[in-house]
């Protein structure tokens, strides 16, 4: 039996550690037939590296780095030399200084909000232009986001204002590439103890609020459903599916108080 990704060619950005969604999602996509390329740069690069042998199959890592500007112009030419053309890619890109953080929301300057949305929110966009050239007729981006369309978040600070431009980011993309056979969606995780989430001070009080209000539960060190709900947007499943935010978050966001 085939598996739900069989042939398919995925773009897998942010693979850092075990403990990564893009981890999870890279492992699933294998186990489900793809052929996937991973990217990082700088010190991340060498982890990257690293952590990509502990996969099924040992995919390549190319350098990107999504604020150079010649990293993104030559992504598509550099891709060509491991894979024939792209059918899906994961945005699992996201960045905010520490000084964008935590309290005093009104006192963080323009320099520290802006490179929340350069590499959080506009960076989606710039990806996935990057990748279009080697789009055949129908291809899926699926990036990720924690929930901020109606919520403000304690300690989450200016990335919280950086992911609520991701998910219009999304619908945008969703409506301009639409005719082109383009899908953009977005996976919506519950908190995880993945790096990202560590390196924003006072976040144990996203687990504690997950821990009491989820339906289905919620553990923390668990990426796999997340990652597996990305290779499902990534496949041919959802061919009718765009603009979309797909909740993993054990229906956290379906209850109140």
């Not at 935010?245 to 108080?257: R, S």
């Amino acid at each position: 039996m085939a598996g739900l990704l069989e042939g398919k060619r995925l773009l897998i950005t942010g693979v850092l550690t075990e403990a990564s969604i893009a981890f999870s999602a890279a492992k699933v996509a294998q186990e489900e037939g793809a052929q996937i390329v991973l990217s990082n740069f700088g010190r991340g690069l060498s982890l990257t590296k690293r952590i990509a042998k502990r996969l099924p199959t040992e995919p390549p890592v190319i350098e990107l780095d999504v604020t150079d500007q010649e990293h993104m112009a030559t992504l598509a030419d550099r891709l060509r030399e491991h894979v024939d053309g792209l059918d899906g890619v994961l945005h699992a890109i996201g960045f905010a200084p520490q000084e964008a953080l935590g309290a005093d929301f009104t006192e963080v300057a323009w320099e520290h909000a802006a490179t929340a949305f350069h590499v959080s929110t506009w960076s989606l966009a710039g990806l996935t232009q990057a990748c279009l050239p080697l789009f055949g007729e129908k291809a899926s981006v699926v990036g990720l986001d924690f929930d901020n369309s109606t919520t403000a978040w304690p300690v989450y600070g200016w990335m919280g204002v950086a992911k609520a431009g991701l998910e219009s980011a999304c619908r945008y993309l969703a409506r301009e590439l639409g005719p082109k056979g383009v899908r953009v969606n977005l996976v919506a995780a519950g908190p995880l103890r993945s790096m990202a989430m560590k390196s924003i001070p006072g976040s144990d009080a996203f687990e504690t609020a997950w821990e009491q209000r989820a339906p289905l539960g919620w553990d923390v060190n668990d990426t796999e459903p997340s990652g597996r709900a990305c290779v499902a947007l990534l496949s041919d499943w959802f061919p009718a599916t765009t603009g979309e935010i797909v909740h993993v978050d054990g229906g956290f966001h379906a209850v109140g108080a």
